[in-house]
C-alpha cells in the first residue's frame, strides 16, 4: 500500500467484480492515486466483499475521531463491556458488504436468500477507519447525523481487503463530493439567471430598490472532503455533502425556500415590518435563553408582528426555525390554532427542516442560509436608516 | 479531429483577443498608424470569412514548424486567462464598471487553470468552485451596470440583457460539460472548447458595456 499500487487480484478473497473493469481503472490511474475514471460512476455499479458483522456501538459523540486508532479500540472495548457487540465473533453466517456510490449495505447472505442488516447512505458516513489489532483487522465506519453518530464495527479476514474497502469508500466519497460540486455551479448558474428577470426587491420611500438576495457566497460551506491518497486507504475520513437522491444540494433548496417565503412578505408586509422580521428571526435562531419564557416571548412578537390577518403565513416559517427550537416553535403555533400545511408538522412542500446539519457539517462557517438571512437583516437595517425619522420629515417638509 | 465550423470561428475570434490584440498593443507603441490599420484589416477580413484568424495563425505556426507541437485549443484557454488588451479594458472609472472589469479578469484567470488542474480531480473541483463563485460575482457586477443605465435607454438595456442571457446560456453549457468530462475522463477537449467559449462570453460582455456605456 505504501508505493501506491492497486492490491493484487489474487488477494481478493470473496470480491466480485469484473476483471475488465478493474484493469482499466488500474491503467488510468493518475499520479496523485486517484483513479480518473472510478468503478462506481455508473448508476448500476457495485462491490461486495466478504466482512464478519461485529455490531453497532450506538451513541457516538460526534467530535470523536476514528482515524485515530486509540479512540476506536477505547470505543470498540466499551461496546464490549455493554454487549453492543460480541467478545468474538463466530463468521458462522455468510455477511456481505455490497457498496455503491449511493450506499453501503450490510446483509447476511444465506444460499439465495439475503438478509438486510443496514444500510447506511454515502453521504452519512462521516469516517471509515482501518484498524489492525494483533491481528484482528478491523473496519469502523462512523454514521449518523449532528445529534448522534454510530459505529459499524466490521472484520476482516484479511488487512488487504481492509484496506481496498477503506479505498473503494473513498472513491465513492470522491464521486458525491463530484456530483455536489457541479450541482453547485448549476445552482449558482440557475439563480444568477432567475436573478435578470427580477429578484425579489423592496422599495423603499425614496424609490430605490434593495435586493433581498443574500450576500454573495457560493453556497458550499461546511461540508468538505478530505481525500486521502489511496496509500493511507486504512484512514479515510469523509465529510458528507447534503446531497439528496434528487440530485439537488439541500442547502440550494433551503435557500430557494427562503427566497420564496420573502416574495410572500413582500407583497403582505411594510418595510419596516420586514425589518422587524428579519430581527426577529435571526433572535430566534441565535437563541441560548437562560429562561425558556424569554423564547416564548419572541415568539409572542412575531405573532403580534404578522397579526390576525396574516398569522397564516406562521405555518410558512417552520424549515427556518433552528432545530432545537423547533417543537418549542411548533407547539407555540398550536396554541395559536394556526394549522399547517397537509396537517403534518413537517416543512412546506415536504421539504426537511432547515438547519438539521448532517454530522459532516463539523465547522462555525456560515451556511449559505445564515448568510442570506444577515444579508437581509443588513440591508433592511440600511433601508430602515435611509428612511430616517418619517415624523421629523413629515415635520421638517411641512 | 476535424474542427467544426463552430470552433474554428470561436478560436478565430480568441486568436484575435488573445493573441493579435496584445501583439498590436505592443507594435501601437512603436507605430500607432501601423498597428491601427492591421487592427482594422484584421476585423475586416475576419468579419467577412469568419475563421480567417485561426487559419493566419495556423500558416504562420506551419511555417515556424510548431504547428504540431501544442494543442492550439488548450493554449488559448491559458491565454485567455492572462492576456488583456486596452480593447477588452472598460475605461470608466465608476466604481461600477471598474468592478465589472476585474470580475471578468477574474473569471478569465481561474478559466484559464482548467488545463493545467483537470487531470488532479481535488485541484479541479476547488477551481469548479471557485468558477462558480466568479460567475455569480460577475453577473452581479453585469447587473449593477444595467441598474446604473438611464432609464429612458431601453435599447442599452436590452442590449446589455440580451448579451447576459447568452453568457448564461454558455455557463449552462459549460456545466454540461464538466458532468460529461466526470462521467467520461477522454471529454476533456470539450471541457476547454467549452471553457473558451465562456471566456469570450465575457469579453463580448465587455466589448457591449463599452460600446452602450463607454
Known amino acids: ?142 454514521y449518523g447525523n449532528p445529534e448522534r453518530c454510530s459505529l459499524l464495527v466490521l472484520y476482516c479476514d484479511t488487512p488487504g481487503r481492509a484496506e481496498r474497502i477503506c479505498s473503494d469508500v473513498a472513491q465513492c466519497f470522491q464521486l458525491v463530493y463530484t456530483d455536489a460540486v457541479v450541482q453547485l455551479l448549476e445552482d449558482t448558474i440557475g439563480r444568477v439567471e432567475n436573478s435578470s428577470t427580477g429578484s425579489p426587491t423592496i422599495n423603499n420611500e425614496n424609490g430605490r430598490k434593495y435586493s433581498l438576495e443574500g450576500q454573495d457566497n457560493p453556497g458550499f460551506s461546511a461540508s468538505q472532503l478530505s481525500l486521502t491518497d489511496p496509500r493511507n486507504a486504512s484512514k479515510t ?111 412546506r412542500h415536504s421539504f426537511p427542516r432547515m438547519y438539521t446539519r448532517s454530522v459532516s457539517d463539523m465547522t462555525t462557517d456560515q451556511s449559505d442560509i445564515d448568510s442570506v438571512l444577515e444579508g437581509i437583516s443588513t440591508q433592511l437595517a440600511q433601508i430602515d436608516s435611509n428612511i430616517g425619522d418619517v415624523p421629523a420629515y413629515l415635520n421638517y417638509a411641512s | 479531429m476535424t474542427m467544426g465550423d463552430s470552433n474554428k470561428n470561436l478560436y478565430a475570434k480568441m486568436i484575435v483577443d488573445v493573441v493579435l490584440g496584445p501583439v498590436l498593443e505592443k507594435l501601437e507603441k512603436k507605430d500607432v498608424s501601423a498597428a491601427q490599420t492591421l487592427r482594422a484589416a484584421f476585423t475586416k477580413v475576419d468579419n467577412t470569412l469568419p475563421g480567417f484568424a485561426y487559419d493566419y495563425v495556423k500558416g504562420i505556426l506551419k511555417k515556424a514548424e510548431i504547428h504540431d507541437k501544442f494543442d492550439l485549443c488548450e493554449t488559448l484557454l491559458q491565454l485567455g486567462g492572462s492576456q488583456d488588451c486596452e480593447e477588452l479594458r472598460i475605461s470608466r472609472q465608476e466604481p461600477t464598471f471598474q468592478e465589472l472589469n476585474k470580475c471578468a479578469t477574474a473569471l478569465k484567470k481561474i478559466l484559464s487553470r482548467i488545463p493545467e488542474q483537470i487531470y488532479d480531480r481535488k485541484q479541479f473541483l476547488e477551481t469548479i468552485k471557485e468558477i462558480a463563485s466568479a460567475i455569480k460575482r460577475l453577473l452581479d457586477a453585469v447587473n449593477r451596470v444595467i441598474a446604473e443605465v438611464p432609464a429612458a435607454d431601453n435599447g442599452s438595456k436590452q442590449i446589455l440583457e440580451d448579451r447576459k442571457k447568452e453568457f448564461v446560456r454558455y455557463s449552462k453549457k459549460f456545466s454540461n460539460m464538466l458532468k460529461e468530462f466526470f462521467r467520461d475522463t477522454n471529454q476533456n477537449q470539450s471541457v476547454f472548447i467549452s471553457a473558451n467559449y465562456l471566456i469570450y462570453q465575457t469579453n463580448l460582455i465587455l466589448r457591449t458595456v463599452k460600446q452602450e456605456c463607454c
Open chain 1, 1 to 142: 500500500m505504501e508505493n501506491g499500487e492497486w492490491f493484487n487480484m489474487d488477494s481478493m478473497d470473496g470480491m466480485r467484480r469484473q476483471q475488465s473493469n478493474y484493469e482499466v481503472v488500474n491503467e488510468s490511474r493518475n499520479s496523485s492515486g486517484y483513479s480518473l475514471q472510478s468503478e462506481f460512476h455508473r448508476e448500476s455499479d457495485h462491490s461486495e466483499y466478504q466482512v464478519q458483522f461485529a455490531g453497532i456501538i450506538e451513541d457516538i459523540q460526534v467530535h470523536v475521531d476514528i482515524t485515530n486508532r486509540t479512540e476506536v479500540l477505547r470505543m470498540i472495548d466499551r461496546g464490549k463491556m455493554e454487549q453492543m457487540i460480541p467478545l468474538k465473533v463466530s463468521g458462522e453466517r455468510n455477511t456481505i458488504l455490497s457498496l455503491s456510490r449511493y450506499n453501503i449495505k450490510l446483509m447476511y447472505r444465506d444460499h439465495s436468500a439475503e438478509t438486510l442488516i443496514i444500510r447506511v447512505p454515502i453521504h452519512e458516513i462521516a469516517a471509515v477507519c482501518y484498524v489492525n489489532d494483533d491481528g484482528v483487522h478491523i473496519l469502523a465506519v462512523k
Open chain 1, 237 to 347: 475520513r469523509s465529510r458528507s455533502v447534503a446531497n439528496s437522491d434528487s440530485g439537488q444540494s439541500a442547502q440550494s433548496y433551503q435557500a430557494e425556500l427562503l427566497r420564496s417565503y420573502l416574495e410572500q412578505l413582500r407583497n403582505k408586509f411594510s418595510v419596516d415590518e420586514l425589518a422587524k422580521f428579519s430581527t426577529l428571526l435571526k433572535q430566534i435562531n441565535e437563541f441560548s435563553p437562560k429562561n425558556p419564557m424569554d423564547l416564548q416571548a419572541v415568539f409572542k412578537e412575531v405573532f403580534q408582528l404578522y397579526g390576525n390577518e396574516r398569522k397564516h403565513l406562521l405555518a410558512g416559517l417552520c424549515p427556518f426555525i433552528y432545530e432545537k427550537h423547533y417543537d418549542k416553535f411548533l407547539e407555540f403555533l398550536k396554541k395559536q390554532g394556526i394549522s399547517l400545511d397537509n396537517g403534518t408538522l413537517s416543512s
